[in-house]
């Protein structure tokens, strides 16, 4: 059993890693998705889903309705 000193200062989770898409500070014990031609993660950013973002920047290229030509307008 672990003595826990409650006059002690909080431990903060050693830094880790930075999110690809954000650029924020990933601890040890948050909640990531690697980037699998990179090795680099992406945040559970809550409210903005980094993995989401950063997975549509690297797919997508063009968003709109496809003509008859089969190009994007
Ligand atoms: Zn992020």
Known sequence: ???LDRFAPPVDPPLVAYCAH????????DEVKRV???????????G???ATRYAEERVFDAIGT????????
């Open 22 to 29: 954000c650029g924020g500070e990933i601890y040890a014990g």
């Open 36 to 46: 699998d031609d990179g090795g680099g993660f992406v945040c559970h950013n809550y």
């Open 1 to 3: 059993m672990t003595y």
């Open 66 to 73: 496809i003509n008859i030509r089969g190009e994007i307008d």
């Open 48 to 50: 903005t889903d980094c």
